[in-house]
């Protein structure tokens, strides 16, 4: 499925009715370059999950930030990471549990993921204020 976001809100949105649908225990995958609304998805995300949006940040320097909400969120970005081997060094499997989504930034960086996503979107650019979100459930 693709989605078309000509928004900042709109990426918001998305990510909200995403979240909306999750139990717990998924692994959300995010791919693509910068500035093509990662973050802001994340953001999304974390307000259907009563989780104030503006707290979310990038993980990039941290690695990884976890939030309480309706669900637990744990952010991880794989940007600054050298290896697949380096990732398996984070253990993200003890972020897996039933009251948790697990939502990975920079996934292509993970050549070997030990992990298995339920969803993997891939954001692009499509234009000046256009961003493409192709989901896939895996």
């Known amino acids: ?25 998924e692994i959300i995958f995010l791919c693509g370059d910068f500035g093509c609304g990662k973050t802001v998805f994340v953001k999304g995300m974390a307000s259907a999950l009563r989780i104030l949006p503006h707290t979310v940040t990038s993980p990039s320097f941290t690695l990884l930030q976890s939030y309480s909400g309706s669900l637990n969120l744990h952010h991880v970005d794989l940007y600054r990471i050298e290896s697949s081997e380096a990732i398996d060094e984070l253990v993200l499997e003890e972020f897996v549990a039933p009251d948790s989504i697990l939502v990975v930034e920079w ?10 996503p339920t969803y993997r979107l891939e954001f692009s650019h499509d234009g000046d204020d256009r961003r493409r979100i192709s ?3 895996e």
């Open 1 to 25: 499925m693709i989605h078309i976001s000509r928004s900042e809100e709109e990426t918001l949105a998305y990510g909200a009715e995403l979240a909306s649908r999750l139990k717990g225990g």
């Open 107 to 116: 996934a292509q960086h993970w050549t070997t993921p030990t992990l298995n």
């Open 135 to 137: 989901i896939t459930p």
